[in-house]
């Protein structure tokens, strides 16, 4: 009879376990209405993260292919004096190194200090270009963990909530308003995390561009020493 007993209790417990086994979907729904927002937002800030940071980093390294020969074909057009050969291939090139050269090509004959602002004028907007919604990864790097936080604290409410309107506390109910809450800080620091990186791994790859184009610019300066006063 004492082993019947102990088998029957042993398939409920085993029942029980797969029961409160761990489920996604029981984590994101579990919260209520406003576990549920909670989560929609985190995944949404997800999906931008994810789409900005493939979108950046794929622009930006089709930019970085720096055509290692563009300089010494402008810089011997220009000596030629074919300053519309130079204009035409750096139209065809279509990289941020070339319309700064366009842009300096364009300004030849004038003064040098001319030249110079050209330059550093197109080489700002290319730059602006590229760290196009960069800033946006940086900005839910800190909002996604501090939405976390907030679906936390007001599953906590709500779980002390409900169990002080009870006669008796509810273990289960309190534990599963701190589950809640512990669900949506997790995603907000995912999410967090992930963004935070993505951040940084574009600004790494910005600034390596960054120092190109500075040096384009300071070599197309250089080239224009010469030729300025023959053409």
Do not use: W
Not at 83 to 100: F, G, M, Q, W, Y
Not at 129 to 136: A, Q, R
Not at 210 to 218: E, G, M, R
Request: with cysteine; hydrophobic share 50%.
């Amino acid at each position: 009879m004492n082993d019947s007993l102990q088998k029957i209790q042993a398939v409920a417990i085993q029942g029980e376990i797969k029961e409160k086994s761990f489920s996604l979907i029981d984590m994101i729904t579990h919260g209520g209405p406003i576990g549920i927002f909670v989560m929609i937002c985190l995944f949404l800030l997800f999906m931008i993260t994810l789409y900005i940071f493939f979108e950046r980093y794929f622009t930006i390294k089709k930019f970085s292919n720096k055509n290692s020969t563009l300089l010494n074909d402008v810089r011997d057009l220009i000596h030629d004096g074919k300053i519309n050969v130079a204009l035409d291939l750096c139209k065809r090139t279509h990289t941020p190194e070339s319309r700064i050269l366009y842009k300096g090509i364009m300004r030849i004959g004038k003064p040098t200090r001319d030249i110079s602002d050209a330059i550093e004028n197109t080489a700002q907007l290319e730059i602006f270009d590229l760290e196009k919604n960069v800033g946006v990864l940086g900005t839910i790097s800190g909002a996604a963990p501090m939405l976390g936080f907030l679906g936390t604290v007001i599953g906590m409410i709500i779980a002390f909530f409900a169990t002080s309107s009870e006669n008796q506390a509810s273990a289960q109910m309190l534990a599963g308003g701190i589950y809640t809450a512990m669900a949506n800080t997790a995603a907000g620091l995912i999410v967090g995390l992930l963004a935070y990186l993505f951040y940084n791994i574009l600004v790494i790859k910005i600034d390596k561009l960054v120092y190109s184009l500075q040096v384009t610019a300071i070599d197309f300066l250089d080239i224009l020493n010469k030729p300025i006063t023959q053409i």
